[in-house]
């Protein structure tokens, strides 16, 4: 019996039909749920619930001292993506025999909560939006989270080993340049950079969301994509590139996420493989027999309407 009940009747099934990413409620349901099975202390579940609330009052632009996120591509529908895909992953990890410290699950669940906080501007930022900080907002979200942390009371330590987490993000840095808290720590860096990335090229819009990176990257004078199209067309050697990363760089902590769908939701697949799959698949026909015309080929969600 499968610990999540869904609907198996409505097909094709997709990683969305688990949790819909535009439901906030919804998805800090499942978090729970999540964080529940894997037996963490309820303290700390209830912590990892109010951080989540506080940085969707962040998003929100609810927050003291912070304007709203106006970054369309990394916004709170990315954050909840690689939330839940950390747990997931550290999940079937566990489900092959892995052992945690139920402590450090807890950080992994909040860093990937705060991962992307420095795209969100201060009231007093001279900034026009907050993809001004492309290139820097990992270290601005190590910022925040620290900032937060130290003020609630968090220990060094924690502060240190979430930090770090965080930093692992950031595909600038070079794994060996890290000094890690300890051999753990540097195993949930792994898990949260992985989520990172296949939360966003499992993501059901991630082709739509695409062209809201490339205003991005426009904005945060990022210079290597001269259109919307020539960023969908370098996406497919990314998708390679971060094929290597994930197997090499990350440990290929994702490579038994099977197991997570297999016993939470007696599903025999691999979903986010899928997604990412589906995704690279559609893209590749749409740079091949259409090329030119990529919006009229990308309409879920009426996303490109906002463009």
Known sequence: MSDFTIDKSAFPLQLARLGDSRNVEECRGILLHLLELMKLDQAEIGKTLNIFDDVYSLYCGKFPGYKSCDTEYHDFRHVIDVVLASIRITDSLMLCGETFSKHNIFLVAIGAIFHD?????????????GAVYTSTHVRRSMVFAEKYMSQRGYTAEDIEKTTQMILLTDLSVKLDDIKFFDA???????ILASA?????????????????LYREFQMGNIPFYTSEEDLLAKTIGFF???????????????????LHFQKRYDINEDLYRKGMNNNLAYLTKILDEHPGHHREYLRRDNMVKKL
């Open 117 to 129: 906080t420095g795209y969100i501007p201060e009231i007093n930022d001279p900034v026009e939006n």
């Open 184 to 190: 753990e720590t540097e195993r949930f860096a792994k």
């Open 196 to 212: 990172d990335l296949i939360g966003q090229m499992a993501d059901r819009v991630y082709l739509e969301k695409l062209l809201f």
């Open 240 to 258: 390679k590139i971060m094929e290597n990363r994930l197997t090499n760089t990350l440990d290929g902590v994702n490579a038994k996420l099977v």
